[in-house]
């Protein structure tokens, strides 16, 4: 066992809560995994998740085409994780 000073508690707590933080986080990812799957991405975030890393206009022609999973919220388009990660999968 370490023994910690008084002059270094403020570092050991500040690791021990980094740690629960980190720990909690990947119980709460075992316990619910579907939340993870229902993450959504705005246009910009697309761009940069995906492979090839496309232009917008690139993606806004797929959504005039029809070509890619989305939804759209007044003017805004969205991308649901799973359905991106699926359509990845099947033009492969």
Known sequence: MTTITFEQLPQAVQ???AEIQKLRKELQDKLHPQQQSE???TLEELCLYLPQKPA??????????KKIPY???GKKLYF??????????QNK
């Open 39 to 41: 993450q959504y991405f």
């Open 71 to 73: 939804k759209k919220r």
């Open 15 to 17: 690791i021990l809560t």
């Open 56 to 65: 917008k206009a690139t993606i806004y022609a797929k959504v005039h085409g």
């Open 80 to 89: 649901l994780k799973s359905e991106i990660d699926f359509w990845l999968n």
